[in-house]
């Protein structure tokens, strides 16, 4: 089970916003990675993969997005945040079958 | 660049079989490095992971619990896609059904555009 913390984040443009994913069990595989994903889906699109394995970005993905965590605790931070950051956010694990995703944090602009 | 085109009836009667199509470009349905996932979408059930397909020298596939007495997903090499189908759906099967690629350790990586699928009479 995932849960994602808080279910909405009004943050205003240039601000710094962050959320949490908590896991129910560990995402800590015996070759060191964290298997965990983030996910951004905009307003009527599918959703991107933003960080991979914790804390690796996807390609393109600017460098405002950051992931942080291990084992069952994890974070996503965006620092300066933009209009075009607004959505709601994901996180999945990779780790067990069946995949997994959280209920979601969703980031408007105040 | 891979691009995931998907085509599928938006209708499906109850106890009918939905079906959806996944064409890939850019890559192989048969890239032994990756794997191609079916998740759907709906208000009630949020982002649900429904199965995958991959092919490491033989095919295999991996289905949700929730699913797998009525899911079946296949590939063709001929025509490089995958396709979905749900046998006897019911309401509860309505939402936006995506396939994905998932890279080698990196994450769903490309998307389909989703497809609609209401169950309803």
């Known amino acids: 089970v995932m849960t994602q913390s808080p279910p909405s984040l009004p943050v205003s443009p240039g601000e710094s916003a962050s959320m949490s994913c908590r896991s129910n069990?560990?995402?800590?595989?015996?070759?060191?990675?964290?298997?965990l994903d983030w996910y951004l889906q905009k307003p009527g699109r599918s959703p991107q993969l933003l960080i991979y394995?914790?804390?690796n970005r996807a390609s393109g993905v600017p460098d405002r997005f950051s992931g942080s965590g291990a084992g069952t605790d994890f974070t996503l931070k965006i620092s300066r945040v933009e209009a075009e950051d607004v959505g709601t956010y994901y996180c999945m694990q990779a780790l067990h079958s069946p995949l997994t995703f959280g209920g979601g944090t969703k980031v408007e602009i105040k | 660049q891979v691009q995931l085109q998907q085509s599928g009836p938006g209708l499906v009667r109850p106890s009918q079989t939905l079906s959806v199509t996944c064409v890939i470009s850019g890559d192989s349905v048969s890239n032994n490095t990756v794997a191609w996932n079916w998740i759907r979408q709906s208000p009630s059930r949020g982002l649900e992971w429904l199965g995958r397909?991959?092919?490491?020298?033989?095919?295999?596939?991996d289905y949700a619990l929730s699913v797998k007495r009525r899911i079946s997903i296949n590939s063709d090499t001929s025509r490089n896609h995958l396709s979905l189908q749900l046998k006897s759906v019911t309401p509860e099967d309505t939402g936006v059904y995506y396939c994905?690629?998932?890279?080698?350790?990196?994450?769903?990586?490309?998307w389909g555009q989703g497809t609609l699928v209401t169950a309803s009479s």
């Open positions: 394995l914790g804390s």
């Open positions: 397909t991959f092919y490491r020298a033989k095919w295999y596939n």
């Open positions: 994905a690629r998932a890279g080698s350790n990196t994450g769903l990586d490309f």
């Open positions: 069990q560990s995402l800590l595989y015996t070759n060191g990675h964290n298997y």
